[in-house]
Each structure stands twice: as structure tokens, then as C-alpha cells.
């Protein structure tokens, strides 16, 4: 990987697994369900999870985190 992740402590190292995982062979998808499966963060669960969604489905990750966000506003505002 030519980007430097060592300054990122945990997250670097299961950034390096996931790429490896990825250059083995394994589907984008797959490499980073399993990054997500090994996590214990909700936080970068739900994000990593949000962007397989948007693979599957070829949407574009940056209107779907939008959306997230605009329902989550909603649901603070309503207390829904």
C-alpha cells in the first residue's frame, strides 16, 4: 500500500489485513464484512457495513451517509 497507515495504531493493522485479504483474492465485499465481523467499534461497524451496501448495490456512499445522517437528525428532533 503506498499510503502510510502506521499512524493510526489498531485501525493501520486491520487496514493491512484487509488490503492483504483483498490481494489474496478475496471480494472487497467479503474483506471488509470481515474487518467489521473483527471489530469491536459500532461506529466503523455501521460505516464499513454502509459502504458494502453502497458496493452492492452501486449507490454512491456519500448520499447514503447523508441519508443516514438526515435520519438521524429527524429522530433527535422527534425523539423517534
Known amino acids: 500500500?503506498?499510503?502510510d497507515l502506521s499512524?493510526?495504531?489498531?485501525l493501520s493493522?486491520?487496514?493491512r489485513l484487509t488490503i492483504a485479504r483483498m490481494d489474496s483474492g478475496l471480494s472487497?465485499?467479503?474483506?471488509?464484512?470481515e474487518m467489521s465481523n473483527r471489530t469491536y467499534s459500532v461506529g466503523?461497524?455501521?460505516a464499513l457495513m454502509q459502504i458494502v451496501r453502497s458496493l452492492r448495490t452501486g449507490?454512491?456512499?456519500s448520499e447514503a451517509q447523508y441519508a443516514k445522517i438526515a435520519d438521524?437528525?429527524?429522530a433527535a428532533l422527534y425523539g423517534i
Do not use: F, W
Open 72 to 74: 438521524r437528525n429527524a
Open 7 to 10: 499512524e493510526y495504531g489498531v
Open 59 to 61: 449507490g454512491k456512499i
Open 44 to 46: 466503523l461497524q455501521n
Open 1 to 3: 500500500c503506498s499510503s
Open 13 to 15: 493493522a486491520e487496514m
Open 28 to 33: 472487497t465485499e467479503d474483506a471488509l464484512i
